[in-house]
């Protein structure tokens, strides 16, 4: 059985957040609502935890679309590249598509998030919240004078929030996500808008969050700290 891991994470939050949802009223920022909850979506998620991993990598050929990557296609993938098709090498064309595949494969931001010839390592839940909210009143700052626009004024509304929670299926590469992890804990990231402003700032609190590995379908998933987790 492949390893599967669940993750029950925890973002400290100090400045609250706003994820961005309709605009009813081009004066007013508003969150993303749903019902009676405030949401981060999962799509917002991935893009927070794809970014953190890119950062942490810096490689040129990930930003370049692996188009100038040097690979060794030496047979250890062929199984997957013949479920892609991707078999006569005599053809150029399909040759310089499975030197793509390979350099993707090898690559810890394709494997965890997906790419175009496979799907994502990772999947993650909405968040929904229940919290009050901080009207805040703002003026659009001129770029090149740098005073207040007249007549310029908006309205933000932020989630009066303290911490948020994400759970987490991990099903590869869990080395990389690990250290993604690590450096959430330590330079954390920034969560919807008003980023110019602090607000969204996330720390993953270290000690509060959780990992289970799944060792079987039937047994229930006994969760730990991420301070126990060895490689």
Known sequence: MKEVYLF????????????????EDINVLTPL????????????WKGIFRRATEVLIADPHHFNGHEDDNVVD???????LKAKGLVDKSNEKVKKEREKF?????CPVERLYGSEYFASAVTFSDTLISSGI????HVVIDRKTRKAKER?????????????SVKVIVRDRIGDWF??????????TFIGGGKSRGIGYALLDWKESEYAKVDALTRKAVFRPLGDFKL
């Open 8 to 23: 029950k994470l925890k973002f400290n939050t100090p400045y609250g957040l706003r994820v961005g949802g309709s605009k």
């Open 33 to 44: 609502k749903m019902d009676e909850y405030y949401v981060i979506p999962w799509s917002s």
């Open 74 to 80: 030496d047979g250890s993938l062929d199984e997957v």
């Open 102 to 106: 390979i350099a993707m494969w090898n």
């Open 134 to 137: 901080n009207d805040r009143a």
């Open 152 to 164: 310029h004024l908006f309205r933000e509304q932020i989630i009066n929030v303290s911490s948020v």
């Open 179 to 188: 250290k993604t992890l690590k450096f959430l804990s330590e330079e954390g």
